[in-house]
């Protein structure tokens, strides 16, 4: 029997505070027969029959569990409630007997050590020692990613470490004085939200930053660091990433299984940015053979280094393609990541052999402008316009995650022979959530 966790931040690194617990209940995507699943909330029902109507998995076979709120409430997995001892006897109760062989988190957290201890069955959670040691948060540190990278000999954007300000004026001018933009991030920033770009010159395109500044001079960069170090440092708490920015690049991952047995990889594509990330394309697109080469050792290589350290768990090794070719590597994503249901779920299970080869997969960011009811509103509509995904033709849209209250919408997925046909089919899907704006 497996145990999943549906943790999705670790509460070393921020509260985790505004979470509806909407987004961690794609770990159902993840379930076979018999699992016990642990969650923030409840997971919407129609929701779950959905996707065990798709996986084949034995919906009446699973097991929720939902621990008693915590200090924050209800909207997130925090470490008070995975320690509860009514959510401890729900949970053995659950297991009814039987043994726990694997335990499988979204993020490999401390607290997800701490659960397995608790329940007896630390053995069934690989790389245990080393989430005791809150050894995961270096797969999400952008610092940590880059001196690894440096030494295992993965190609990286110029750029440097940075604890203090007067090592980042310094890098910072360095490469503005190349005449080349910057990129300043934190450490454990995260979807692209803890970046800012600098540059000497105005009219550069946003991508992958959640703001452009534009510095003339020393005086400028002063007042910049001035005004920004809090945050970039978020409190002084971590450090900040300074790094060549090309303009013009393209985004894209390599995603791996970091094992006892070894290193997986899992899937690749690519991430596009409207500035932030706004969609995604799987397996990737536009790669000569030697890119995608490129992508997937550099991406191997650092996980055989994280795999030395006792990492155990996804990671996605993000890199960009200049327009000149290169391919360079710009962070590491160290849990389940908004791609990995994608790809090793809905590719490769409901999908089947044909992903990658005359199928591939466009998911969307829900669009500004659109609207659904529900879950149910969602996809009733989706099924009688016939755009639901046909497991016969293998073609429509999927539906990935829970309802989001907040944006009023779900995170659609669309199955097509090329990227043409996905966006055809979401223009036509546009009509039944965006009505005024396809009038």
Known sequence: MRLLVGNDWSEELAEPTGSTGWAVQRLVWFARDGDVLVLPVAPQEEFLAYVTSLTGTRRSSLTVVVPPPGRLGAGALTADRLADPRFLAALREAFAGRPVHEVFALWPDAVVADL??????????????FLTQSGGLIGSSKAAFRALAAGAGVALPAGAVCADRRRAHRHVTRLLDEGSPVILKQDYGSGSDGNEILSRTPGLALRGARALRVLADSAALDAYLDERWDWLTEGGRHRVVVERY???????????????????????????????????????PDLDQAQLDDLVEGGRRLCVALHALGYRGVLSADAVVTPAGEVLFTEHNGRATGSTHIYEIVGKRVVGPGFGTDRILLERVWPEGWEAPSFAGALTRLRDSGHLYDPETRRGAVILAAYNTHRKGVMLCYVAEDLEAALHREESVSRLFAPALSA
């Open 246 to 284: 090309h303009p013009g690049s393209r985004a894209y991952f390599a995603e791996f299984w970091i094992s006892d047995g070894g290193v997986r990889l899992g899937g690749h594509g690519e991430m596009r940015y409207r500035p932030l990330p706004d969609s995604q394309v799987m397996p990737a």
């Open 116 to 129: 397995a201890d608790a329940l007896g069955c630390p053995e069934a959670l690989e790389g245990h020692d």
